[in-house]
């Protein structure tokens, strides 16, 4: 049974850090490609980045430059570096497996960017 762990999340000021991760099991990892999605209050989830089995990375314009995504396959781990946070931010992350077209979610790391 496919499982994705989110962690890292908690409150930071705008222009502050955080680096989330996402721990995957009960899956081959490294074949997967791994995304991040967020979901502001009332609002819909939206895609926010992605990488592929092969490194390729995706970032939705708006945190391009800012966010980095980045997988470490020994540790079935994908990773999203937010710099430069904005309070517009503020959302529930989400990560998410796409795994030979089946999808897996995590349960979400809330991130809150006070201004």
């Known amino acids: 049974q496919v499982q994705l762990v989110e962690s890292g999340g908690g409150l930071v000021q705008a222009g502050g850090s955080l680096r989330l991760s996402c721990v995957a099991s009960?899956?081959?990892?490294?074949?997967?490609?791994m995304e991040w999605y967020r979901q502001a209050p009332g609002k819909q989830r939206d895609w926010v980045a992605g990488i592929t089995s092969t490194f390729n990375t995706m970032y939705t314009d708006s945190v391009k430059g800012r966010f980095t995504i980045s997988r470490d396959n020994a540790k079935n781990t994908v990773y999203l570096q937010m710099n430069s946070l904005k309070p517009e931010d503020t959302a529930v992350y989400y990560c998410?497996?796409?795994?030979?077209?089946?999808?897996?979610w995590g349960r979400g790391t809330q991130v809150t960017v006070s201004s």
């Open positions: 998410r497996q796409l795994s030979r077209g089946s999808v897996s």
């Open positions: 009960g899956t081959i990892f490294s074949i997967n490609t």
